[in-house]
C-alpha cells in the first residue's frame, strides 16, 4: 500500500489502514522506561490488531538519550519511530532535517474527528507538523483521599486553603508535599508551579531572556519553596522510589503530570477511590485557573516515513483502537476525541478545565532554551537537597550566569 492509499484510507476509516502487506515488527526507541511495560502492551494490541507489532525499546535517562539520538542524526542512522520532547529541543531535532513531516498524518486524524485542528500546532514547527501525542497531560496535584479524609479536608479553592491544609497536614503527622530528584530531571516541578501560581508573567520572561533568574519574582518563589521545607512539608527528596512512595501514604500531595495516574494505579492505589487530584490555585485569584500542559511528541525519521510498517505503527498509535490500547496499558491520554478517558482522575480534570475555563502554560522542560536544561535542573535538585535560603541565593546566581552566557550569543 502506497503512502497517499494509506492516507486516503485513513479519510475512510482508520480499520483500513493496516489491511495489506505481510506482518512485521517495529520499533519505538524511548527514555521512558517507567513506560516500557505499558508501551509493550500497546504495541502487542498493535500486532494483535493489524499485524504490526510494535516492540519498545527503552535507552538510558533523558540526557543521555538526547545525545544518543543526536549523534544518530549526525552519522545518518536514526531510529525509524521514537519519542521526544517539544520546546526547543524539537525545533533542535527538526533542524537536523531528517524528521519526517506528518503533514497527511494530521489531515486524515483531523478528517476522522479524532483530533481538534487547534491542536495540530501544537505540535508544528514553521510550515509543517512533525509529531503525534505521545501523549498529553496536565501538570495538577495528586492528592491522598484518605490523609484529607482524617483532617477533614476538602479540594483548596483557593491559595490561602492550600497554605492552610499543609499547615493542617503536618500538625497531623502527615507529610504535606511529596517530591523527590529521582533521575535528575525533576527539579524544576516546584519551582515551576510556585513561579506560575505567583507570577505566570515572570514565569514566561525567564524562557525568553527577558527576566532574570535572580529577579525578586524568582527570589519569591525560593522563598516559599524554602519556608515550606524549613516547615517539614515536604517528603526526602532522595528517594527513588517516588511513585511507590506515594502510593504508600509518603506525602498527601503529589504535584506531577496526569501520565502519572496508571504508574500510581499500578503501585497498588485507585484513582477516584484511593487518590484524586485538584488543578492548584492561584496566590492571585484574579489570575486565570490554569495547568502546565506535556504533550510529548512521537516522531518519525525520514527513513521511518520510507518504511510501510513504520508509518502503520504510528497511525495504529492514534487511531482510537491505539488510544484505548495505550490508555488501558498506561493510563494516558493522547486527546483523541472519540477514544474513551484512560480513567477517572482525567475525566475529573477534563471536566474541572472546561468548568473553569483553564487555560495552558508550556512546561519548564519544553520552554527552557535545550542548551540550559540539564546544568538549570541540576542548580534546582541541588536546591531541593539543600532548601535554604542560602542555597537559593547561591542557585539563582548560577542561573542567572548562565542564562546571561546564553542570552548574550543567542
Known sequence: MTFKTKIAAAVLGAGALWASGAAADVELVHDKGFWSEALQEMGDAAGEMTGNRIIETAYANPEQYKAFIYTSAASDDMPNMFTWWTGGVYEDLVDTGQIAPLDDVWDAMIAR?????????????????????????????????????????????????????????????????????????????????????????????????????????????????????????????????????????????????????????????????????????????????????????????????????????????????????WAKASGNSIGNANAEAPNAIVEKINADVAEKGTIAIDRWWEAVPAELQGEFVAEFNRFMLDPTMDTAEQVMSNLQSLNEEYWAEN
Do not use: C
Open 113 to 325: 474527528g479524532d483530533f481538534d485542528a487547534g491542536l495540530r500546532d501544537f505540535y508544528s514547527v514553521g510550515d509543517h507538523v512533525y509529531g503525534v501525542p505521545l501523549h498529553l497531560s496536565r501538570w495538577v496535584a495528586l492528592y491522598n483521599k484518605e490523609h484529607f479524609k482524617s483532617v477533614g479536608l476538602d479540594e483548596p479553592q483557593t491559595w490561602e486553603d492550600l497554605v492552610e491544609d499543609a499547615a493542617k497536614l503536618k500538625a497531623a503527622g502527615i507529610t504535606p508535599f511529596h517530591a523527590t530528584t529521582q533521575d535528575g530531571w525533576r527539579g524544576f516541578i516546584w519551582f515551576q508551579e510556585i513561579m506560575i501560581r505567583t507570577n505566570p508573567e515572570a514565569y514566561a520572561g525567564l524562557h525568553d531572556g527577558s527576566v532574570a533568574y535572580d529577579s525578586e519574582p524568582v527570589r519569591a518563589a525560593f522563598e516559599i519553596w524554602s519556608d515550606w521545607y524549613q516547615k517539614g512539608y515536604f517528603t526526602d527528596p532522595r528517594s527513588n522510589d517516588e511513585v511507590a512512595d506515594f502510593a504508600r501514604g509518603e506525602g498527601a500531595i503529589y504535584l506531577i503530570g496526569d501520565w502519572a495516574v496508571g504508574l500510581v494505579e499500578a503501585a497498588g492505589m485507585k484513582s477516584g477511590e484511593d487518590f484524586s487530584a485538584f488543578i492548584v490555585p492561584n496566590m492571585d485569584p484574579k489570575l486565570p485557573s490554569s495547568t502546565i500542559l506535556e504533550g510529548a511528541p512521537l516522531v518519525l525519521s525520514v527513513a521511518g516515513m520510507k518504511d510501510p510498517d513504520t508509518l502503520a505503527g504510528l497511525e495504529f498509535f492514534v487511531s482510537v483502537d491505539g488510544a484505548n490500547a
